[in-house]
DNA sequence: ATGTACCTTACGACCGTTCGTTAGTAAGGG
DNA sequence: CCCTTACTAACGAACGGTCGTAAGGTACAT
């Protein structure tokens, strides 16, 4: 599919120029073609834009779901880490975790709206995934000493720092050497009664 | 000094809209001027742009430098939160902070390694000065357990996920709530023998 | 005091280029 | 026959940047 393969494009210079430094000509370029023919399958730059935007978040909310559905509920500490190995994963693979996190942190202001809704969308799916799991530990007394929401909430925060050293990105050795001490402190500060 | 008005606004401009996004007639307009006269100040786009990084650079050094000044030394939990708020009040307080993580993280193509040699410089400043802070209240024995760049590199990450907050920022009720819970659970990791 | 030279700052006009977008048209498949 | 896809051609608008020029201030010699 030739739409297939301009949004696969698209993503690519969307995510390293931004959306004003993304120019549809270098993005027909590279497909191999002229820019008024992606005209043929889009309105215009917005369009692309936010159909590149909507497979980026389906894409990773079903990889999320996936993750979650896999767990087996009765080892938080072998699940929670497999989540920051999970969210590295995921973000090597393919482009659309770091296109994802360049349009939500910094939008193109006049599509803000809509690319917020998605966002704020995307994070309550993840943030209830992840407290209910947290709740079910806690019910089964895996855990104790803090509430499901501040675990979660404390745990979203170590994602964040993996998420900010993956975009920053130049130095794998630096970002297992900070996951490995986030992990370690993050775990001991919840697992000790 | 009418240069230091167009670094001012066209810090704005870059912050909000991007290297690609912010044009020179815009800034020049917002400063009361035609974009030709910008000319007279500043060698072209690159020029401003570099200028107002350097600016952003240093002022967040010498704010950070101060901070580490006015320690006691002997309070880690204290001055740890102390640094946290810290940089919170410095993002709240200019726009500069935020413009320095848009540029560190999506830096524009062409000029990614300038950016990227003033990033390192920054990063490399700020983990020593937090290393060594570690280190003293390991030497007094104010902490144990771990190694100080363990320490460090944790609490980095708390300092990241701070950032991702303040940069996603529409809400101060959870990046208040989001912090609380992140702080409460390394201190518990750290302090805990 | 006055004229002259120079520098800074600003502006109108305009450069070439690229931007996103539209119109018209031809080829090909169902 | 129509619909999809691709093309050439061209559009107005905006981009960053360069000209020449003019106003204002300062410095200095006359």
Redesign the pocket.
């Known amino acids: 599919m030739?739409?297939d393969q301009i949004k696969t494009v698209a993503l690519k210079y969307f995510t390293i120029h931004g959306y004003e430094g993304?120019?549809?000509?270098?993005i027909a370029e590279e497909v191999g073609?002229?820019?008024?023919?992606i005209?043929?399958?889009f309105?215009?730059?917005?369009d692309l834009f936010l159909q590149v935007l909507h497979d980026a978040k389906e894409n990773e909310l079903s990889a999320t779901r996936q993750y979650f559905n896999s767990l087996n509920s009765y080892n938080p500490k072998e699940d929670l880490y497999g989540f920051l190995r999970f969210v590295i994963n995921l973000f090597q693979k393919s482009e659309q975790l770091k296109f994802w996190l360049r349009m939500s942190f910094f939008p193109p202001a006049h599509l803000a709206k809509e690319i917020e809704a998605e966002a704020v969308d995307i994070d309550e799916v993840v943030h209830e995934l992840l407290e209910n799991k947290f709740q079910t530990w806690l019910d089964a007394s895996l855990l104790v000493g803090f509430s499901a929401r501040t675990l979660t909430l404390a745990f979203l925060g170590v994602v964040d720092s993996i998420y900010l050293e993956l975009v920053y990105g130049n130095d794998e050795k630096r970002l297992e050497e900070k996951l490995e001490a986030s992990w370690k402190i993050y775990w001991k500060g919840i697992s000790q009664r």
């Open positions: 030739k739409s993304a120019s549809l000509s270098q073609m002229k820019k008024q023919s005209y043929a399958h309105k215009g730059k917005d």
